[in-house]
């Protein structure tokens, strides 16, 4: 069974910093390509940032220079660093894993940045 479990949202003021983890389990995670999304209130979910398997990384322009995606293939475990964090950045974020014919996805931990 697949399973992504976020951790390390909460609540932050703005200019703070969180550190988000997704742990993997169930899958080969090495061969998976791995998203952040975020989805805030009454608006869709998008990509925030995502690492391919061979580590290549891409950013939403919102949050670039801003956020860190990384990924530790001997934990299962993919992080996403978010430094500089702005009102606009609260939302529950979440875990994705993909490939093709695979896409899987977490349960999502809120980060509520006050201003």
Same mark, same amino acid.
Request: charged fraction near 15%; charge should be positive.
């Given at each position: 069974?697949?399973?992504?479990?976020?951790?390390?949202?909460?609540? +932050?003021?703005?200019?703070?910093?969180? $550190?988000?983890?997704? @742990?993997?389990?169930? !899958?080969?995670?090495?061969? #998976?390509?791995?998203?952040?999304?975020?989805?805030?209130?009454?608006?869709? $979910?998008?990509?925030? @940032?995502? !690492? &391919?398997?061979?580590?290549?990384t891409?950013?939403?322009?919102? +949050?670039?220079?801003?956020?860190?995606?990384? $990924?530790?293939?001997?934990?299962? &475990? +993919?992080?996403?660093? #978010?430094?500089?964090?702005?009102?606009?950045? &609260?939302?529950?974020?979440?875990?994705?894993?993909?490939r093709?014919? #695979?896409?899987?996805?977490?349960?999502? &931990?809120?980060?509520?940045?006050?201003?």
């Open positions: 069974q697949v399973q992504l479990v976020e951790s390390g949202g909460g609540l +932050v003021q703005a200019g703070g910093s969180l $550190r988000l983890s997704c @742990a993997a389990s169930g !899958i080969n995670f090495s061969i #998976m390509h791995m998203g952040w999304y975020r989805q805030a209130p009454g608006k869709q $979910r998008e990509l925030v @940032a995502s !690492i &391919t398997s061979g580590g290549s891409n950013y939403a322009d919102s +949050v670039k220079g801003r956020f860190t995606i990384s $990924r530790d293939n001997a934990k299962n &475990t +993919v992080y996403l660093q #978010m430094n500089s964090l702005k009102p606009e950045d &609260t939302a529950v974020y979440y875990c994705n894993a993909f093709v014919g #695979m896409n899987y996805w977490g349960k999502g &931990t809120l980060v509520t940045v006050s201003s």
